[in-house]
Nanobody, 121 residues
Framework: QVQLVESGGGLVQPGESLRLSCETS????????MAWYRQVPGKQREFVAI???????NYTESVKGRFTISGENFKATVALQMNSLKPDDTAVYYC???????????????WGKGTLVAVSS
């Protein structure tokens, strides 16, 4: 098995920046996608950004131009640089990796336990 651990969350004021990081307990044989999602209590988890190892990145409309996702396949780490934060960005942020731990394991999705980002004046 593999554990994903997010870090970098915190309380910031509107307009400030945060950088979230996600590290894994072991490497992957192959990764299809790395992504970030977020969830506000009482609401469904929503997509934020995705890094497809075979193609371009993609972002939900509300964060385009403000957030940047990056990742390293070899180290199986993924980051989310968040600039110009807004109160509506307040949520628990989860990293997600979709891939194969070994060549025999089959493709699966793995989730971290989340890190809280709070944007408030």
């Amino acid at each position: 098995q593999v554990q994903l651990v997010e870090s970098g969350g915190g309380l910031v004021q509107p307009g400030e920046s945060l950088r979230l990081s996600c590290e894994t307990s072991r490497g992957f044989f192959s990764i299809a996608t790395m992504a970030w999602y977020r969830q506000v209590p009482g609401k469904q988890r929503e997509f934020v950004a995705i890094l497809d190892t075979r193609g371009p990145t993609n972002y939900t409309e509300s964060v385009k131009g403000r957030f940047t996702i990056s990742g390293e396949n070899f180290k199986a780490t993924v980051a989310l640089q968040m600039n110009s934060l807004k109160p509506d960005d307040t949520a628990v942020y989860y990293c997600n990796i979709d891939g194969w731990i070994t060549e025999f394991s089959g493709r699966m999705q793995y989730w971290g336990k989340g890190t809280l980002v709070a944007v408030s004046s």
